[in-house]
């Protein structure tokens, strides 16, 4: 991590990218247009132990103005409604609100939504978490932009392990058939943008909602809200075994974007991990609005996420429509 840049002028990603040796990696497929990405895998590749010794590598975004390109469409709010999962876990209601960052030791149907994801990043393997959402494919994947393409490529050998716990896959290895961002993240890295998208194929004939549930999303929601954040931090002083979580009355970057703003703790590899509001612990669902997406150097415990607007809506509607 270098600390030594103007801090003004930087941005940290607070999750991200894993160094690692790479072996057997499957070669890079075309784009099938500037904000998606057709995947190819090698099989088997995502052994235990390589997810296991996936280690963050700081993602720091390139110095410059910040751009934001309103979409032509209307910004009323829209609602996604969750999708139950076929057995539902148990209603387990865990900690203290407000929290900084700490394990999630309750249950409900977050802890099954909620994952790890693994990729390839040129010649490096690499992490990033994730959530299942309620689309109309029953197969989508929110993420980060970061963490389906960066400094201008799209990373490859991309899956999904929701539940993921130090190296086990309880509810199995999700491999995406194709990846999507921001048209704005895409073309130039917005970090207002950082928005990313993975649809993954069937798993032993089921789709992904239908074996752990889908949160429910809301665009255009506003700012100020009570927030939870959850992600599978791996730098220190996390491990990236477990599932953390961060909540707290959450605010509007008054710096260089139009993010949202948490007082949280969690580190490299949270990137892409879903913020709710209106979450219900007991029950472990809520609507979500934003992702993990980066942290300023000089404002320690502190995470920013993106708004979802147009741009995220459209982005997740052609993931969904797939």
């Known amino acids: 991590m270098n600390r030594h840049r103007t801090a003004a002028s930087v941005l940290l990603a607070a999750g991200a990218l894993i160094a690692g040796a790479l072996t057997g990696a499957a070669p890079a497929a075309a784009a099938d247009g500037p904000a998606s990405f057709r995947q190819q895998h090698t099989e088997g590749f995502w052994t235990a132990e390589r997810m296991r010794s996936a280690v963050p590598l700081d993602v720091v975004a390139a110095p410059g103005p910040v751009r934001h390109t309103p979409a032509a469409t209307s910004d009323r709010p829209t609602l996604i409604a969750p999708t139950p999962a076929s057995a539902a876990l148990p209603a387990v209601s865990p ?12 249950g409900g149907a977050v802890v099954k939504t909620s994952g790890r994801v693994f990729f390839t990043f040129g010649d ?12 109309a494919n029953g197969s989508t994947v ?57 649809v993954v194929a069937p798993l032993n004939g089921r789709k992904l909602s239908q074996v752990v549930g889908a949160q429910g999303l809301l665009f255009n929601g506003g700012y100020n809200k009570r927030m939870y954040a959850f992600g599978f931090p791996a730098a220190s002083p996390y491990d990236g075994s ?35 509001q209106d979450f219900d612990e007991a029950t472990g669902l809520g609507t979500q609005v934003s992702v993990n997406s980066f942290g300023y150097v000089f404002l320690p415990n502190r995470m920013f996420g993106p708004y979802f607007g147009n741009e995220a809506k459209a982005v997740y509607d052609k993931a969904q429509n797939s």
Not at 154 to 162: A, E, K, L, S
Not at 248 to 266: A, E, I, R, V, Y
């Open 95 to 106: 900690t203290a609100f407000p929290q900084a960052g700490g394990p999630w030791t309750g």
């Open 242 to 276: 477990k599932l953390v979580y961060c909540s707290g009355n959450s605010g509007k970057d008054f710096l260089l974007t139009k993010d949202h703003s948490l007082g949280c703790n969690m580190t490299g590899g949270s990137s892409g991990g879903p913020w709710f």
């Open 124 to 135: 490096r393997t690499a992490s990033c978490s994730g959530d299942s959402v309620t689309s």
């Open 142 to 198: 929110m993420t980060a932009g970061h963490c389906v393409k960066y400094q201008g490529s799209w990373h490859t050998n991309w899956i999904f392990v929701p539940g993921y716990d130090n190296g086990n896959a309880p509810y199995g290895q999700w491999t995406a058939t194709q990846t999507f961002a921001t048209d704005q993240w895409a073309a130039s890295e917005d970090m207002n943008m950082d928005v990313g998208l993975a």
